[in-house]
């Protein structure tokens, strides 16, 4: 299974962008990758997933380079409910499991 | 986007008491089910993964006769704590994935239970 490499935390202040990045360097061809967000005591929650290039939906952008070996989270102008953990997941073509990591802490600040 | 719920949120037993935790997905028919388990400042950690009229399957490590899972329905996953003990106080996430989702293998998660045993 690819292995995923993610800061285990940041600090950023309300109105920044945040840009979250996580390496894959085992990533499959068929496999595409996945940010959750995580409040406590909460369940995960999906943000974005691609395979690669850019994409964006309303909450986040996902930028992943030519080689797939990496991606980044970029989340716009923050908020202090941003604050919450992120997983990078990737290996979701294989028996339908999600291994997840440690996740990075993200805090905001006032 | 589709429908997670458990039931209870959040439960405290005696400990050599056993407690079952449901998982439901409200608008969609799961055909495979997830259990984690999440220590505080943790990440969750996959328990087994259920598919609907089946056996579970366990990851290493995971007791299967402690951690009784029955996928009976496309919509309702249990879990059953047996002779819970306190090392068993976690916070236990279910997720599902249903057929025509719009996300590649997307899944969606419940809230989680917190279970304490004194």
């Known amino acids: 299974l690819a292995k995923t490499t993610q800061p285990i935390s940041m600090d950023s202040y309300e109105g920044q962008e945040v840009n979250i990045t996580c390496s894959h360097n085992?990533?499959?061809?068929?496999?595409?990758i996945t940010w959750y967000q995580q409040f406590p005591s909460q369940g995960p929650r999906f943000i974005i997933q691609?395979?690669?290039t850019k994409v964006t939906n309303e909450v986040a952008s996902l930028f992943i380079p030519a080689d797939r070996k990496s991606s980044t989270l970029s989340l716009p102008r923050v908020s202090l409910s941003d604050t919450a953990v992120y997983y990078c997941?990737?290996?979701?073509?294989?028996?339908?499991?999600?291994?997840f990591g440690k996740g990075t802490r993200l805090h905001i600040l006032p | 986007g589709a429908v997670v719920s458990q039931h209870p949120s959040r439960v405290i037993c005696k400990s050599g008491t056993s407690v079952k935790i449901e998982c439901r997905s409200l608008?969609?028919?799961?055909?495979?089910m997830f259990w984690y388990r999440q220590f505080p400042k943790q990440s969750l950690m996959l328990m087994a993964t259920?598919?609907?009229?089946?056996?579970?399957?366990?990851e290493q490590g995971v007791e299967k006769d402690k951690f009784l899972i029955n996928h009976a329905s496309l919509t309702l996953s249990t879990l059953t704590v047996t002779s819970a003990h306190p090392e068993d106080s976690s916070f236990y996430i279910c997720?599902?994935?249903?057929?025509?989702?719009?996300?590649?293998?997307?899944?969606?998660f419940g809230p989680g239970t917190r279970l304490t045993v004194l």
């Open positions: 997720s599902a994935k249903g057929q025509g989702q719009s996300s590649y293998n997307e899944q969606f």
């Open positions: 085992n990533i499959a061809t068929n496999d595409y």
């Open positions: 691609g395979y690669k």
């Open positions: 997941l990737v290996d979701m073509n294989r028996d339908d499991k999600i291994i």
């Open positions: 608008d969609f028919q799961a055909t495979t």
């Open positions: 259920s598919n609907e009229g089946s056996k579970a399957t366990y």
